[in-house]
């Protein structure tokens, strides 16, 4: 790996991981198995490659359980940044990274989508464990790339 490859690969590691420690643990809710959450994101990946961004966006969208985990659902962003699903708050479908008011956020979504690209449609995962009013909660990010649809199909869950 190119030096400069690496570099990139450790600065994303530190900004994922270190926006998994912030994200509210939702506690109250039950977490899901690391293998649901992980087959969550597979199989909208798959959807999403064998039915385009636009067909898959009404099953993922919809009340089908495949693409829930816990609280979660799995999203769906551009290579260009730009969310193309989001079944928990659709009114991101639309709105471009580059424009959020949160630096980290930004960060955060950029390293992502060049993580994802760089996996060569591979699934990437991080894991990390927080601490929410006493107790360990344990957080996982599962993505993958759909490079036909210049897409990264994602999902943030809190897993047992």
Same mark, same amino acid.
């Given at each position: 790996?190119?030096?400069?490859?690496m570099?990139?690969?450790?600065?994303?590691?530190?900004?994922?991981?270190?926006?998994?420690?912030?994200?509210?643990?939702?506690?109250?809710?039950p977490?899901?198995t690391t293998?649901?959450?992980?087959?969550?994101?597979?199989?909208?990946?798959?959807?999403?490659?064998?039915l385009?961004?636009?067909?898959a966006?009404?099953?993922?969208?919809?009340?089908?359980?495949?693409?829930?985990?816990g609280?979660?659902?799995?999203?769906?962003i551009?290579?260009?940044?730009v969310?193309?699903i989001?079944?928990?708050?659709?009114?991101?479908?639309?709105t471009? *990274?580059s424009?959020?008011?949160? /630096?980290?956020? !930004? &960060?955060?979504?950029n390293?992502? =989508?060049?993580q994802?690209i760089?996996?060569h449609g591979?699934?990437?995962?991080?894991? *990390?464990?927080?601490?929410?009013? /006493?107790?360990? !909660? &344990?957080?996982?990010?599962?993505? =993958?790339?759909?490079?036909?649809?210049?897409?990264?199909?994602?999902?943030?869950?809190? *897993?047992?």
């Amino acid at each position: 790996m190119h030096t400069t490859a690496m570099n990139r690969t450790i600065a994303t590691t530190i900004i994922i991981l270190g926006t998994l420690l912030t994200t509210p643990g939702h506690a109250q809710t039950p977490p899901c198995t690391t293998a649901a959450a992980e087959q969550a994101v597979r199989v909208a990946s798959e959807i999403v490659d064998r039915l385009g961004v636009k067909a898959a966006k009404q099953t993922i969208t919809g009340q089908d359980a495949r693409f829930r985990c816990g609280i979660s659902t799995v999203k769906v962003i551009s290579h260009r940044g730009v969310w193309v699903i989001d079944p928990e708050d659709p009114t991101n479908v639309g709105t471009k *990274v580059s424009t959020l008011r949160d /630096g980290a956020a !930004i &960060n955060f979504m950029n390293s992502l =989508i060049r993580q994802a690209i760089d996996k060569h449609g591979a699934l990437g995962s991080y894991f *990390v464990t927080d601490t929410e009013n /006493g107790k360990k !909660i &344990n957080k996982a990010l599962y993505y =993958i790339n759909v490079p036909k649809r210049r897409v990264v199909v994602y999902g943030g869950f809190i *897993v047992d």
